[in-house]
């Protein structure tokens, strides 16, 4: 089955400072990229995905960017607001299925300091 | 329309109890999963339905764990004689299910498991 390794469990950083968050997966299957925040006490919500015929896609401050030689995707965030605060999950499909069914990278807590 | 919605939202229980905990998910959605979500962890799959396919049970932790999706819609997660490491937030989560489809997952609100 597909495995998701995430870095780093923690990132602190100032306002208006770049975040980075990046994931490892094992299976080269694997065509489906999501990234779901969660803020404190809430449900995920996804916030980008990417699928494995492009190289990078953009949607306002965030972006995803994915290497499928070295099975690696990142979470891009600029100019980080106090917002942005959560919880991000990567993850990867679960098995190579096409049903969506996933596996979730451990998390990272982002903490963007005013 | 309404999106995914979970009861109760929190369950409070004594260990070697059993519980029940209940996802509806949005209308017209085939697929249907369950994750655990222990104190600051990840989301920890559980278990899997897709229509009328058997469910894909390879995440549950035990025997102790079972869930049914009756009519393609509604579904019950059951836990037996429950233990203290059981306690968690426990999310549903629903998506179209579309064949070849890399659909979004919508999250219902958790129920948060606290087994004394």
């Known amino acids: 089955g597909e495995n998701v390794e995430q870095h780093p469990s923690t990132l602190s950083v100032q306002e208006g400072d770049s975040a980075v968050i990046k994931c490892t997966y094992s299976?080269?299957?694997?065509?489906?990229f999501p990234w779901y925040k969660q803020e404190l006490g809430k449900r995920p919500q996804l916030i980008i995905d990417i699928r494995s015929n492009v190289g990078e896609k953009k949607d306002q401050r965030i972006a995803v960017t994915l290497n499928k030689t070295a099975k690696h995707f990142s979470l891009h965030i600029t100019e980080t607001q106090p917002e942005d605060s959560a919880v991000y999950f990567c993850a990867a499909p679960r098995g190579g299925t096409s049903y969506g069914k996933l596996t979730f990278g451990q998390g990272t807590i982002l903490t963007v300091h005013p | 329309g309404a999106g995914v919605s979970q009861s109760p939202s929190n369950k409070v229980t004594e260990k070697g109890k059993d519980v029940e905990l209940r996802c509806d998910p949005i209308s017209g959605h085939t697929a249907l999963y369950w994750y655990r979500q222990s104190l600051g962890q990840g989301l920890e799959f559980l278990i899997y339905?897709?229509?009328?396919?058997?469910?894909?049970k390879s995440g549950l932790p035990s025997d102790r764990f079972s869930a049914e999706r009756t009519g393609g819609s509604v579904s019950t997660l059951t836990i037996q004689r429950t233990q203290q490491e059981d306690s968690a937030v426990y999310l549903c989560?629903?998506?179209?299910?579309?064949?070849?489809?890399?659909?979004?997952?919508?999250f219902g609100p958790g129920t948060r498991l606290t087994v004394l």
């Open positions: 339905f897709q229509g009328n396919s058997a469910p894909d």
């Open positions: 299976d080269s299957a694997s065509n489906y």
């Open positions: 989560a629903s998506s179209l299910g579309l064949a070849g489809g890399l659909n979004e997952q919508f």
